[in-house]
T-cell receptor, first 112, second 116 residues
């Protein structure tokens, strides 16, 4: 019940295309769903996050879509750029506790 | 210095060595974390400290020993490690140090540990 499953493991997108990464969780107590971006040699950095009271959140080219009934959420990167090439991690946090469960990560490569 | 810093950035040690990893946060946060990051695996939470008190030990072997002398500093003492302990060790901090919901965690750049 504590797992967060992330797919795909790796993704190649052409510049200007849409990158889509999916995550599924099991624990219905989770109420915080962040996405982290990690560049080589750096620690993960928060990209965007959503709580289950909304189904979508958009910040610039990045959008989280959230489906509470299916217990799934996804990250969409519009107009993908080579600078977006990084590893992306989804995570989920149970309510009332500062503990995040991370997915295994997706390595995104955006080709010019 | 700003954010979360970690030293050393790289460490190579033998299985009989004793070494320590250091983390310092300059964000005024009251919760600090140690994570292990191995290739193609999810980040593994190791320890959580809230207001200097350990609140989570995720079944970590005793060869890893954390220390949190104050809310700004976190150490991970290492002794008699195994080659499979080779990984990137990440420190993080957050503001929400008590029960009340997960909050944004800010990560340091990590220490790349190699155990020979």
């Amino acid at each position: 019940q504590q797992q967060v499953k992330q797919s795909p493991q790796s993704l190649i997108v052409q510049k200007g295309g849409i990158s889509i990464i999916n995550c599924a969780y099991e624990n219905t107590a989770f109420d915080y769903f962040p996405w982290y971006q990690q560049f080589p040699g750096k620690g993960p950095a928060l990209l965007i996050a959503i709580r289950p009271d909304v189904s979508e959140k958009k910040e610039g080219r990045f959008t989280i879509s959230f489906n509470k009934s299916a217990k799934q959420f996804s990250l969409h990167i519009m107009d993908s750029q080579p600078g977006d090439s990084a590893t992306y991690f989804c995570a989920a946090g149970p309510g009332g506790y500062n503990k995040l469960i991370f997915g295994a990560g997706t390595r995104l490569a955006v080709h010019p | 210095e700003t954010g979360v810093t970690q030293t050393p950035r790289h460490l190579v040690m033998g299985m009989t060595n004793k070494k320590s990893l250091k983390c310092e946060q300059h964000l005024g946060h009251n919760a600090m974390y140690w994570y292990k990051q191995s290739a193609k695996k999810p980040l593994e939470l190791m320890f959580v400290y809230n207001f200097k008190e350990q609140t989570e030990n995720n079944s970590v072997p005793s060869r890893f020993s954390p220390e949190c002398p104050n809310s700004s500093h976190l150490f991970l003492h290492l002794h008699t490690l195994q080659p499979e302990d080779s990984a990137l060790y990440l420190c993080a901090s957050s503001q929400d140090g008590v029960a009340g919901g997960a909050d944004t965690q800010y990560f340091g750049p990590g220490t790349r540990l190699t155990v020979l």
